[in-house]
């Protein structure tokens, strides 16, 4: 079981930036894919980013690529997204993500259903 922790949302003019974190409990961290998705009110939830568990391979949605960076720090169960250049459009509340990657090898970074753990969510707001 892996519990997931969000902190650093708030409130935040367009163009500014955040830093958001997630806190995982467990001693198997470093064996887990993890992923930032996000929702805002009446809509399905979206991929962010994700960060592989073996290479760092990174992965990013066309909207936020450039602007966000995923990061994860397996020393501290850790995993980061820092957003740039904020627009109103990335209001929604964010959610940190964990997977278990499979073990036939492979894993789906896109994927809101391949996710097995969940953290109860941050809000960011941006305003214009």
């Known amino acids: 079981q892996v519990q997931l922790v969000e902190s650093g949302g708030g409130l935040v003019q367009a163009g500014g930036s955040l830093r958001l974190s997630c806190a995982a409990s467990?001693?198997?961290?470093?064996?887990?894919?993890m992923g930032w998705f996000r929702q805002a009110p009446g809509k399905e939830r979206e991929f962010v980013a994700a960060?592989?568990?073996?290479?760092?391979?990174?992965y990013y949605a066309d909207s936020v690529k450039d602007r966000f960076t995923i990061s994860r720090d397996n020393a501290k169960n850790s995993v980061y997204l820092q957003m740039n250049s904020l627009k109103p459009g990335d209001t929604a509340v964010y959610y940190c993500?964990?997977?278990?990657?499979?073990?036939?090898?492979?894993?789906?970074?896109?994927?809101?259903?391949?996710?097995?753990?969940w953290g109860q969510g941050t809000q960011v707001t941006v305003s214009s």
């Open positions: 993500a964990a997977q278990i990657p499979p073990r036939g090898g492979g894993w789906f970074p896109l994927s809101v259903h391949k996710y097995d753990y």
């Open positions: 960060i592989s568990w073996s290479d760092g391979s990174t």
């Open positions: 467990g001693r198997t961290f470093s064996s887990y894919a």
